[in-house]
């Protein structure tokens, strides 16, 4: 039984849950809240686990074999005890009585479990999900990891639009691609300030395992670490985080007392007690551009916004340590939004040397049109790490959006993709491996030049400018484009060139010609109506 295969019999599950009147959008809580304690059982029994971290009373041999309302019961008082720490029993000093008695207190599992209620109403139902649980082979996962499993869960649910659950959900080609590029090493501290469900917090971590032969190349000091301090997250919505804690424990990653995945909002007082950081990750929120007003209330970020992309840039690189590097995704909108943006860039070009931008393709994201970036940034400059002014000279852009394929479910975004990038991105994690202009991958040299972005390359070599790796300086980002980062060159098969189109008022016209000839089509029709009755 394949990965794939096993993804597919865990999402099939949701129809029992439909059967039983639960919403779409509570499907994966509803499932991973009985799937979590299957899958600890199962890393137990493969001697994974040191120790089991469910208490007695609340694993995986305590619901199977049940049925009925006694299932069902038992099943709720689970819940209870994972999320409370206490177990309702009869008092033996008062019989007839129950009492709370306290069966553990650990703080990982009570945050995974807080407020954890089933909405499950018929225990048919959950005897029948428990069963089809059982009769998977998680055997033959084992390689791959229950981890990967259940990340793989979560990308299905991310790739059901109903759900909404795209909005958390990274490509993982797109992270790991990142990570790749910003090389962790084992010691450095990274974060992320939306963390959704941990998938570049995890990237970063099984990155590091794989070149420290998952960290027993470290000693017992640095090992701990790794598993405890290394990777911190942030995550506002409290269902997300509650995944998010799944995953990391699922992957080996324990966190402090609160979890890898801390709740709150890092545009707030959570993301200003964070320490510096060596490394961010990050995709920040979509959608609306609203919803930055909580980071006004921090005297540590200059620029006042609503806009909360601009609210999180701002958050991110100057929570860098000196020296540390960032990896961050982002809609167009911050690299072109005028006033408090222009102010932002400005001032992340001064304190970090933003060395890379890479132009995403549309269709990649699940939420369906937005256009995306990827800004590659070093706190300081490439001297001196605790400069403070001008610390960008060059900035590399690399067009991986300009005439690509639409992505989606029958032409998904991997990471051959990726590769022609992080070919010429280089080895040096800060960017500064030696560079050269020119990679013409995906039909680069057939793709024609943007009229406007012909004339500001004018004299510069006709084959560079059908290039999709392009250097752009400091002074030319000023000068030519007002520090607008929206930097394109390649014109998109589909797009319309404004210097082609009549004047005005020709297309007010032809528009005015279409509308009369509509309105003259709909009278017809309502005569013809009028005249069939």
Not at 25 to 38: M, P, R
Request: hydrophobic residues 35%; proline residues 4%.
């Amino acid at each position: 039984m394949t990965h794939n295969d096993i993804v597919q019999k865990l999402w099939n599950l949701c129809d029992v849950l439909r059967d039983d009147g639960i919403n779409y959008s509570d499907y994966v809580t509803e499932l991973v809240l009985l799937l979590f304690i299957k899958m600890v059982d199962e890393k137990e029994q493969a001697g994974v686990l040191e120790k089991h971290p469910l208490p007695e009373g609340c694993r995986w041999g305590d619901l199977n074999g049940k049925s009925g309302t006694n299932l069902l019961d038992d099943y709720k008082a689970i819940l209870y005890t994972l999320s409370t720490g206490k177990r309702l029993q009869v008092d033996p000093e008062n019989p007839g009585q129950t009492r709370e008695v306290r069966v553990h207190e650990d703080a990982l599992i009570s945050a995974i479990y807080a407020d954890a209620q089933t909405r499950l109403r018929e225990p048919r139902h959950l005897e029948q999900m428990i069963k089809s649980l059982d009769q998977i082979d998680w055997f033959s996962v084992q390689e791959d990891g229950l981890g990967d499993l259940y990340e793989g869960l979560l990308e299905k649910n991310a790739g059901e639009t109903k759900s909404g659950a795209g909005q958390y959900f990274t490509p993982r080609a797109l992270i790991n691609s990142m990570v790749r590029c910003i090389q962790p090493q084992p010691g450095e501290v990274i974060q992320d300030p939306a963390a959704g469900t941990a998938g570049f917090l995890i990237a970063a971590d099984q990155y590091m395992r794989q070149q420290t032969d998952d960290y027993y190349d470290l000693d017992a000091r640095a090992r701990d670490f790794q598993i405890n301090k290394a990777c911190v997250g942030i995550e506002l919505v409290p269902n997300t985080r509650r995944l998010s804690l799944m995953n990391c424990l699922l992957h080996g990653m324990e966190g402090d007392d609160e979890g890898v995945v801390h709740l709150g909002n890092a545009l707030g007082e959570a993301g200003k007690s964070l320490p510096p950081a060596d490394i961010i990750l990050a995709n920040p929120p979509f959608g609306t551009s609203k919803g930055g007003e909580a980071s006004n209330t921090r005297d540590d970020l200059t620029y006042k916004t609503s806009n909360k992309q601009l609210a999180f840039l701002q958050h991110i690189y100057r929570n860098l340590k000196p020296g540390g590097r960032a990896a961050v995704v982002l809609p167009d909108n911050v690299l072109f939004e005028a006033g408090v943006g222009t102010d932002v860039r400005r001032d992340l070009m001064d304190k970090c040397n933003l060395h890379t931008i890479l132009r995403l393709p549309t269709g990649i994201f699940y939420a369906q049109g937005v256009k995306t970036n990827v800004l590659f940034f070093t706190k300081g400059s490439t001297t001196d790490k605790f400069q403070q002014e001008n610390c960008t000279e060059n900035v590399w852009v690399y067009d991986l959006r300009t005439n690509m394929p639409k992505f989606g479910k029958r032409t998904p975004f991997t990471e051959s993709h990726l590769a022609p990038f992080e070919a010429v991105y280089g080895a040096d994690a800060n960017g500064t491996s030696p560079r050269t202009e020119g990679e013409y991958s995906f039909g680069a040299t057939e793709i024609e030049v943007d009229a406007e972005a012909a004339a500001e390359n004018e004299g510069i070599d006709s084959r560079l400018v059908h290039s999709r790796w392009r250097c752009f300086s400091r002074d030319w980002i000023a000068d030519t484009k007002g520090d607008s980062l929206d930097i394109s060159w390649l014109k998109d098969k589909d797009s319309v060139d404004a210097a082609d189109l009549p004047e005005p008022a020709v297309l007010a016209q032809e528009a005015r010609d279409e509308l009369t000839a509509a309105l003259g089509e709909l009278e017809g029709l309502l005569a013809a109506l009028e005249g069939a009755k």
